[in-house]
């Protein structure tokens, strides 16, 4: 099965050979199109679209919400789907602008003064154009509604997950305090843990040293991570 970098160069070729209209007027029009079908619909990157910084936007959001579980990454690619939607919303208002000028351009022609005509062609465009206008709009309110709610989600989720593993954290400490009381080996594996005594002891360790400066806890499992991969990388001659 490929990987992500292989499917995103395969993507990025595929793109080569749909790049969309090529003049002005073609994109204006494809703009207009993408007023009733670019927003809602399921296809995120449409052809006049640069599928490179869609892919880095989304490593972007990634990065941002650092979502730990399946659910998470889920609702973190819902939201930037819809963030790159909603970014297509200025584009598209310009779009049914530059369609409605082209078909308007000579309104008014006898105004003398060019910035009242450019005005009047203006207000023409919108009149023409309302419902347009109209459906981008409320295209732009539903976004940003699904926006919030799914962030406030996300929220959640990672509230609570993490708030599960803070409980799963101090339950060791407990457990490892019991066995101290009782002269008995603290073994965090044979006792039902995910984490050895020597990942745990380097999160109290450095819990305690940040906690002194911020008064919060670290992230247990960002900590046992790194600790990790540190004891991964190979050792310096």
Not at 138 to 162: T, V
Request: contains cysteine; charged residues 30%; hydrophobic residues 35%.
């Amino acid at each position: 099965m490929p990987n992500r970098a292989q499917r995103r160069a395969a993507e990025r070729a595929n793109a080569q050979h749909s790049t969309g209209p090529k003049t002005a007027e073609g994109k204006a029009k494809s703009s207009m199109n993408a007023v009733k079908t670019g927003l809602p619909g399921r296809n995120v990157v449409l052809p006049n679209e640069d599928i490179h910084a869609y892919y880095d936007h989304l490593d972007r959001r990634f990065a941002d919400f650092s979502p730990a579980t399946d659910g998470e990454k889920s609702l973190v690619q819902i939201i930037a789907d819809t963030e790159w939607r909603l970014h297509r919303i200025a584009p598209l208002e310009a779009g049914i602008y530059a369609v409605g000028r082209r078909k308007l351009a000579e309104r008014f022609a006898a105004e003398p003064d060019v910035f009242n005509r450019e005005d009047l062609i203006n207000a023409e465009i919108f009149l023409t154009y309302r419902k347009d206008f109209s459906n981008l709009a409320l295209q732009e309110r539903r976004l940003r509604n699904q926006r919030k709610a799914d962030i406030a989600e996300l929220q959640q989720l990672q509230h609570d997950r993490i708030q599960q593993r803070h409980d799963y954290v101090e339950h060791a400490r407990v457990t490892g305090n019991r066995c101290a009381f009782l002269k008995r080996e603290f073994d965090p594996p044979a006792l039902g843990f995910d984490f050895t005594f020597a990942e745990y002891m380097h999160f109290c360790q450095q819990n305690q040293e940040h906690y002194e400066l911020t008064e919060r806890d670290l992230d247990f499992d960002t900590v046992v991570a790194a600790y990790r991969a540190a004891q991964k990388e190979p050792k310096a001659a």
